[in-house]
Structures are given as structure tokens and as C-alpha cells.
């Protein structure tokens, strides 16, 4: 079983960067393909980025590329999101999400994850 916790949301405005948390305990973390997903108030959760265990391969949901980066510290167990640049359209709840193998089934269906954190709520104001 693994456990995510994530931090590092706020109140930022447009065009600020901010930098999330998602710290993992128990399981194989560093087999573990990581994501983060967000929800926005009424529109489905969706995935934003994701990476292998390893930490070698990565991929972006359209809006957010050449923006936001993914990363992984295995030695501290933690993935983190990089956020850039940001855009009032980014305001959601942004979940840490991790895969029972080094990469998942696919990249961007909630059904290939099998850990969630409790989420941490971004709010960008314009």
C-alpha cells in the first residue's frame, strides 16, 4: 500500500509559478509510475503529467506543455510538479496519483492508478 500526501497549493496570480508536493510512503515508490491529475468545480478529473519509475520517460497533457514539469526524487520519495506560468484555466484540485508498475496501462485514464492522495487545491486568480 502506498500513501500520497500532497502540498504546496495556494492562491497565486496569473502568470506566477508555484511548485507541488506529493511525498509517498510504503510500497515500491521507486517502481512506481507517478502522475498528477487535476479536477476543475464541475468538469471531470483529468490528467495533467506523468512519469516513470525510473524517471525517464514523461508525458504532458497538451495545455500544459513547455509550462508545467514533472519530476521524481526517489531517494525522498517524492514527485513533484512544476508549474509555470500560469493560467486562471489551471484553477483545480491537483491529485497525486501512482501506478503499480514502472509504467502505466495508460498514461491518462484514472483506471491505471492505483494510489491517490487527498489532493491540494490551486486557485489562480487573473
Known amino acids: 500500500q502506498v500513501y500520497l500526501v500532497e502540498s504546496g497549493g495556494g492562491l497565486v496570480q496569473a502568470g506566477a509559478s508555484l511548485k507541488l508536493s506529493c511525498t509517498a510512503s510504503g510500497g515500491s515508490f521507486n517502481t512506481s509510475a507517478m502522475a498528477w491529475f487535476r479536477q476543475a468545480p464541475g468538469k471531470a478529473r483529468e490528467f495533467v503529467a506523468g512519469l516513470s519509475g525510473s524517471g525517464g520517460g514523461t508525458m504532458y497533457e497538451e495545455s500544459v506543455k513547455g509550462r508545467f514539469t514533472i519530476s521524481r526524487d526517489n531517494a525522498e520519495r517524492r514527485v513533484y510538479l512544476q508549474m509555470n506560468t500560469v493560467k486562471p484555466e489551471d484553477t483545480a484540485v491537483y491529485y497525486c496519483?501512482?501506478?503499480?508498475?514502472?509504467?502505466?496501462?495508460?498514461?491518462?485514464?484514472?483506471?491505471?492508478?492505483?494510489?491517490w492522495g487527498q489532493g491540494t487545491l490551486v486557485t489562480v486568480s487573473s
Open positions: 496519483a501512482g501506478a503499480n508498475s514502472p509504467y502505466p496501462e495508460t498514461w491518462f485514464s484514472r483506471r491505471a492508478y492505483t494510489y
